[in-house]
């Protein structure tokens, strides 16, 4: 090329965006899309609250659909006329025999007197259980002395400790009670050792720094944060002292002891009267049903949610 031709020029570019042009569209379009995700996260608490409020009818409606099923069920059988009616009573018999326990007042006494001794039993067991539960929790050589004892004591049948229980205090409460304690308490226990285990070893650590005493550290740090292996042990407890009860009084009966709920099964079976068994069964179970949906229901549900622990619709 000859040296006094002059290069062709390149053609013009558009002219570059300015930086702080550029940067400030940038941080628009981020602010834009984090006003859209906080929206979007306010509008989702909102509809979380509003379930919240809204009363699922399907926990309502589908026990007792379930209940009309197993009553339709139950009648269905009794109808086919394979067992005698004196044997196997059908649901209308036994809603009459209910009556006419009420009528009499066996009905009443019978269910306050069992459901006031399991109340009393199941305080007095978790105000024993609970210090003995934290003292094994925290001491390691008393948990390996006591803890093999405390389960073998919770796996024992708590009926196994009626005759005894009577030789000791004969027919008086003091029986009855005897025997909720010793099946509640290991049960008690051994769920809020189950609780402590569960604690991440950071929340003792925290309690050490900041100076908590051993006393501060069971009552304000390892209880409530093994609340939900303790509920547990709760539940586990209150099941085990309704069960206890019943077969207490069941066997004892007599006495000084009061007209319970297994004093009325016990009745029906030495009359031979189906229908009185089937009502102390029936009311048995509703009790129990009664005090989980209404006492323990609430409480765990409230806790797990509390803890991030409740996925929704899941109970």
Known sequence: MPSNQTPLAEAPSEPAEPRHVHAALTRTSTGNEDLRELESGLDSLQSDAARKNRIDWSRILLPVAALLVLVLAWQFY??????????????????TQMGVLWNEGKLQEAVWTSLQ??????????TIATPVGLLLAQVAPLRRAFGPLISGLQVLPSVAWVPAAIIWFGLTDATVYFVIFMGAIPSIINGLISGVDQIPP????????????????????????????????????????????????????????????????????????????????????????LIELLVFAPIEKRLLRSRGLLAGGTR
């Open 117 to 126: 001794r399991g109340l009393v039993g199941f305080v007095i067991s978790v």
């Open 202 to 289: 950071q929340y003792r650590r925290v309690g050490t720094v900041l100076g908590a005493s051993r006393l501060e550290m069971a009552l304000q740090i390892i209880l409530p944060a093994a609340l939900p292996g303790y509920l547990g042990g709760l539940k586990q407890g209150w099941a085990f002292s309704w069960r206890s009860l019943m077969a207490a009084e069941i066997i004892a009966v007599g006495g000084t002891i009061g007209f319970g709920l297994g004093s009325l099964l016990d009745q029906g079976r030495i009359l031979s009267d189906m229908t009185v068994v089937m009502s102390a069964i029936l009311l048995i179970l509703a009790v129990g049903i």
């Open 78 to 95: 009794v109808s086919l006329g394979l067992k005698r009616r004196d044997l196997v009573p059908g649901p209308l018999d036994v809603a």
